[in-house]
């Protein structure tokens, strides 16, 4: 048997043995599942906490307007429906049918529209990219950072020079201006997701530009033109400003009607909640029915 010199055993490296024990350490981080149940938690609450006053306009909807003008209100008063019978004209003979029918009428209208113009700016946008494209979207950010109460007094000059006003198609035009460029600009991120060699395919087969619209990057990017269009109609049912200002009892949209409900003898409460409610619905529908193109639509590109 061979044996080592003294200084190869200094060189060579022992093999250090394993130890007997392992102490477990403690535990570093909490349990996942414990984790998840924590936030699963606080997103109830933070859900409820933003739920809290929608709940309490549907509950003060369906009280008396002495109960519903009580401090500190009572939860326990008895339910009624006569502020869904006060807003329906019932009791007043004034029907809110007519101010929902401009409101959907304007609405819709203006987000088609709205859509008609911002899917070919932003295909110029993001797919062909025109030169100085970043001047084009600033100058399409811009006109949002005027507020429009300062262009509240030239449009009512304009709309009476013109002989637009209490006209419903002013309207239209008025929200589709307002809604353009957060539409061209949703759109342009959601188009540049588009895979680049669809288009070249589509150009190796000849289609033209609105066939390459309709057929490669429409259904591409559906989710994005619901999310685009869900928002703009939105924005437009709310808005109260605008048809505040330039309607009248011809071309009222919803919100002007709801604000008919306001008054300075008071008791007025149970029935703003009641048309707040009936107002909101067409919304809430709306959402709930694009739910799942909303959430991809809003997602879209937020993952490389």
Same mark, same amino acid.
């Given at each position: 048997m061979s044996t080592l010199?003294?200084?190869? &055993?200094?060189t060579t490296p022992e093999k250090s043995s394993p130890p007997a024990v392992i102490r477990r350490r403690?535990?570093?981080?909490?349990?996942?599942?414990? /984790? /998840? !149940?924590?936030?699963?938690?606080?997103? +109830?609450?933070?859900?409820?906490?933003?739920?809290?006053p929608v709940l309490w306009m549907i509950l003060t909807s369906f009280h008396s307007e002495t109960d519903a003008a009580t401090n500190p209100? #009572?939860?326990?008063?008895?339910?009624?429906?006569?502020?869904?019978k006060e807003f329906f004209g019932e009791s007043s003979g004034v029907s809110p049918w007519p101010s929902l029918i401009n409101s959907a009428t304007a609405s819709i209208l203006s987000t088609v529209l709205v859509l008609v113009l911002a899917i070919p700016a932003a295909y110029a946008l993001s797919i062909r990219p025109v030169k100085k494209w970043t001047d084009v979207m600033f100058f399409f950010l811009s006109t949002k950072m005027m507020p429009v109460v300062a262009a509240i007094l030239p449009l009512?000059?304009?709309?009476? !020079? *013109?002989?637009?006003?209490?006209?419903? +198609?002013?309207?239209?035009?008025m929200y589709t201006s307002m809604n353009l460029p957060i539409a061209v600009w949703?759109?342009? #991120?959601?188009?540049?997701?588009?895979?680049?060699?669809?288009?070249?395919?589509?150009q190796i087969d000849g289609a033209n530009l609105i066939l390459t619209l309709r057929k490669v990057i429409a259904p591409v990017a559906m989710p994005g033109?619901? &999310?685009?269009?869900?928002?703009?109609?939105?924005?437009? +049912?709310?808005?109260?400003?605008?048809?505040?200002?330039? !309607?009248?009892?011809? &071309?009222?949209?919803?919100?002007?009607?709801?604000?008919?409900?306001?008054?300075?003898?008071?008791?007025?409460?149970?029935? *703003?909640?009641?048309?707040? *409610?009936?107002?909101?619905?067409? *919304?809430?529908?709306?959402?709930? &029915?694009?739910?799942?193109?909303?959430?991809?639509?809003?997602?879209?590109?937020?993952?490389?």
């Open positions: 010199s003294p200084a190869t &055993a200094r403690g535990k570093s981080r909490m349990d996942p599942t414990r /984790n /998840n !149940t924590a936030a699963g938690i606080a997103a +109830w609450l933070l859900a409820l906490l933003f739920a809290t209100p #009572s939860v326990a008063a008895n339910l009624t429906v006569d502020a869904y009512y000059l304009f709309a009476k !020079t *013109v002989g637009a006003l209490d006209n419903i +198609w002013f309207l239209i035009l949703m759109m342009r #991120s959601f188009l540049a997701e588009v895979p680049v060699e669809m288009l070249e395919a589509a033109i619901a &999310a685009t269009a869900l928002i703009c109609f939105i924005f437009s +049912w709310n808005e109260l400003l605008l048809a505040r200002v330039l !309607t009248g009892v011809v &071309a009222g949209t919803a919100p002007v009607f709801l604000t008919g409900f306001v008054s300075s003898q008071g008791l007025f409460l149970a029935k *703003v909640c009641a048309a707040a *409610v009936v107002i909101s619905l067409p *919304v809430l529908f709306a959402g709930f &029915a694009a739910q799942d193109k909303l959430v991809q639509g809003l997602s879209l590109g937020a993952v490389k």
